[in-house]
């Protein structure tokens, strides 16, 4: 056997082919869970299928979140699809899917998608090009869609708490009028006593919790909470602190506390929560001593 | 793993009793890899780095030997997933060797030898193999899927007598390293195992080994618990809003009870040893498994819940050759198909997508006394990538790997 086919059989054995890139694609600007990241340059048109269609339910897609279903229709005898961003590198490689009832004969493709953080806000083209059995592409289909910066809760008042890990933390904030509000108790107003008739609106007149992040160590995306007044908060001095309810197998959070009038920064503190935070009682009153602030 | 048949007099006596501990240390360090990435894997957060220093293995082995009684325990530390100690292998056993002498091999005039414990599975060659002793730093992925571990809790009864080799076993079939049942059997039926072989010297100092292997068992599909009503939010309209037609029911569910399946495995191997003058020894190999359902350690068999039987066909060769006293080169070539009847549906078209696990390693090693030092490069395919074609194709992940070993 000659030298060169000899290495030719070791080749074979081997498994020759392009291997596909272990880099999960964290860094992209689009994202799509469960496909396959495709690092480099997007295709280039090669004599493969025709995409044909390329679909979203909505014009606009706020940065930062991942819940925007996407669908296409490709040309026949189409095997795969990648679907990228006009001008940016990087694309997520899909196998194509089984054809819609309304074009038997066409392939179809469907995914999730979102915007990274750091996604440039303004007009951008969603683009998907299918594949052939030899990996050639055709001409793509795109769509004309919005990315939007996520907005910041409105409000008179808000008190902001973001963290970035697995930690259960808890914001509480006390109002000038003595209330609290946290994860148990979510709003600062304190309702008559029983037998005093009650306002069925009077409850808006508090600072509300939107919600409680990382709640029992289920993972929200990026976790946050908010304390909003809606309506004209009272004059005086407000505490806000943060409860490290569980580290959630984390070895420490690193938190970040704002808080806005009318969306003007009145101040702002951040500080990391340990395991020994978790130790201390977690009711109202808990919590170390984050922000305090006068209106 | 079998006696070291090179280790060295007994430490300790006490009465008839006498003690050995050995031992040895495999330090890695994985220079350069196609898979290494800094990043944290999305669903198991688990580190992506390979690039890293490692203690592969760090094994300790206790015997005793009294007449025909023995016992061993080996504990082996590693720091794959973090620094970890578990038990290797833990073994009774008695062995009736006629005519036997002290400076004899262990295996060479032992006419029965029965072991229970912890004890290698004795499916064709690679399986049972000492790993002190193997030239190659992992086993091939055939191995990997079908025995993970190499261990397994049992009974066997093995010998030789002249030229013919031969080996039976009866096991949980739990292997210690079932990606599943971590080495606890699911069932109270047993897997039978079993080696005939025969040991055949030549001229010229050529010996040739060859086997055929057998398997036969049952595994447990896990049943599902009894589940309660719930609800669940599905945003039809994409609003971010909880409307109140987007609200589902999921029910509860009466769970589903556990079903037993079989799984059974064939295979054949041949070893052919030789003696080069100026060279030194060296050893070609070829195996080969074919198996029904008993993938536990890469792609898990579970004809269950994939209703229909799942089909696994490996095999490995290679060459092993030493030059001169202090060197050894290798190269070894493993391909196991972990699903031949997988299909992969690519738009309208249903194609066959099997699920292939193939690496060609290159190895070179040079030892001095009780140390080996040895670099090897892993060409790896497998099935987890996807490529431009939408099949199924490699996720690079080819690597270069030094290895430092003592024992002792």
Do not use: I, K
């Given at each position: 056997m000659r030298p060169a086919h000899a290495c030719a059989l070791v080749l074979a054995l081997a498994g020759c082919g392009i291997s596909a890139s272990?880099?999960?694609?964290?860094?992209?600007l689009l994202q799509i869970p469960d496909a396959q990241y495709r690092p480099g340059a997007l295709p280039a048109p090669s004599g493969g299928p025709d995409a044909i269609s390329l679909q979203t339910r909505h014009a606009a897609l706020t940065i930062g979140e991942l819940r925007e279903h996407i669908t296409g229709v490709l040309g026949p005898g189409t095997r795969s699809a990648v679907v990228g961003i006009a001008g940016h590198d990087g694309g997520w490689l899909l196998p194509a899917g089984v054809p819609a009832f309304e074009t038997p004969d066409d392939p179809s493709v469907a995914a999730t998608v979102g915007l990274a953080d750091g996604f440039p806000p303004g007009p951008f083209t969603l683009v998907v090009w299918g594949g052939d059995d030899q990996g050639r592409f055709g001409a793509p289909a795109t769509v004309d869609l919005i990315a939007d910066a996520a907005p910041t809760p409105a409000g008179e008042l808000v008190i902001a708490l973001a963290w970035d890990g697995v930690a259960d933390l808890d914001l509480h904030v006390v109002d000038p009028l003595g209330g609290e509000a946290w994860?148990?108790?979510?709003?600062?107003w304190v309702p008559p006593p029983p037998g005093e008739p009650v306002d069925?609106?009077?409850?808006?007149?508090g600072g509300i919790l939107d919600h409680d992040g990382n709640?029992?160590?289920?993972?929200?995306?990026r976790p946050n909470e908010h304390v909003i007044w809606t309506m004209p908060p009272p004059a005086g001095t407000y505490i806000v602190r943060v409860d490290?309810?569980?580290?959630?197998?984390?070895p420490s959070e690193a938190w970040y506390i704002a808080a806005y009038r009318n969306g003007v920064l009145l101040g702002a503190a951040r500080g990391v929560s340990t395991?020994?935070?978790?130790?201390d009682p977690h009711g109202?009153?808990?919590?170390?001593?984050?922000l305090r602030f006068t209106l | 793993m079998a006696a070291d048949p090179q280790a060295p007099p007994p430490i300790a006596t006490r009465g008839d009793w006498l003690f050995d501990l050995t031992g040895f240390v495999q330090a890695d360090a994985v220079?350069?890899?196609?898979?290494?990435?800094?990043?944290?894997?999305?669903?198991?957060?688990?580190?992506?780095?390979?690039?890293r220093f490692l203690v592969r293995r760090g094994l300790l082995r206790a015997a005793a030997h009294k007449d025909a009684l023995s016992a061993a325990i080996e504990l082996d530390g590693d720091t794959q997933d973090g620094p970890t100690v578990r038990i290797f292998g833990a073994q009774v056993g008695w062995t009736y060797a006629p005519g036997?002498?002290?400076?004899?091999?262990?295996?060479?005039?032992?006419l029965v030898a029965v072991t229970a414990g912890l004890v290698p599975i004795p499916?064709?060659?690679?399986?049972?193999?000492?790993v002190r002793t193997q030239p190659f730093l992992e086993q091939p992925a055939m191995s990997r899927a079908l025995?993970?571990?190499?261990f397994d809790a049992g009974l066997t009864v093995a010998g030789s007598y002249g030229f013919a080799r031969w080996s039976l076993a009866i096991m949980?079939?739990?292997?210690?390293?079932?990606?599943?049942?971590r080495g606890k059997d699911p069932t109270s039926s047993y897997d039978f195992v079993g080696r005939l072989g025969a040991d055949i010297p030549g001229p010229r100092r050529l010996r040739v080994e060859a086997g055929v292997s057998a398997l036969s068992g049952t595994g447990l599909h896990p049943g599902i618990p009894p589940t309660k009503d719930g609800i669940q939010w599905v945003?039809?309209?994409?609003?971010?809003i909880v409307d109140p037609t987007e609200i589902q029911i999921v029910p509860g569910s009466p769970g589903e009870p556990s079903q037993k399946f079989s799984r059974n495995a064939v295979g054949a191997d041949v070893q052919v040893h030789w003696c080069l003058c100026a060279l030194g020894t060296g050893t070609a190999f070829f195996e080969a498994a074919l198996a029904t359902?008993?993938?536990?350690?890469?792609?898990?068999?579970d004809p269950v819940a994939a209703s229909r039987d799942l089909r696994q066909l490996g095999f490995v060769l290679g060459a092993v050759q030493d030059l001169g006293p202090y060197a050894q080169v290798g190269v070894r070539y493993d391909r196991y198909d972990a699903d031949r009847d997988a299909m992969d549906r690519e738009g309208t078209a249903l194609v066959n997508a099997h699920k292939i696990f193939s690496t060609l390693a290159i190895m070179a090693s040079a030892r001095w006394a009780d140390a080996r030092f040895t670099v090897e490069y892993d060409r790896e395919r497998n099935p987890f990538g996807r490529g431009d074609d939408g099949a199924p194709t490699t996720l690079a992940a080819d690597r270069l790997t030094l290895r430092a070993q003592v024992r002792f």
């Open positions: 272990p880099d999960p694609g964290l860094t992209a994860a148990d108790d979510p709003n600062t069925p609106v009077a409850y808006l007149t709640a029992s160590c289920h993972r929200d995306g490290a309810r569980a580290m959630c197998g984390g395991g020994d935070d978790v130790l109202a009153g808990a919590g170390v001593l984050a | 220079v350069w890899s196609q898979a290494s990435v800094d990043e944290l894997d999305p669903s198991t957060r688990e580190p992506l780095n390979e690039q036997a002498s002290p400076g004899d091999p262990p295996d060479a005039r032992t499916f064709g060659v690679d399986v049972p193999a000492n025995f993970p571990g190499n949980n079939g739990a292997p210690a390293g079932d990606a599943q049942w945003d039809d309209n994409q609003n971010g359902n008993l993938d536990r350690g890469l792609v898990y068999s």
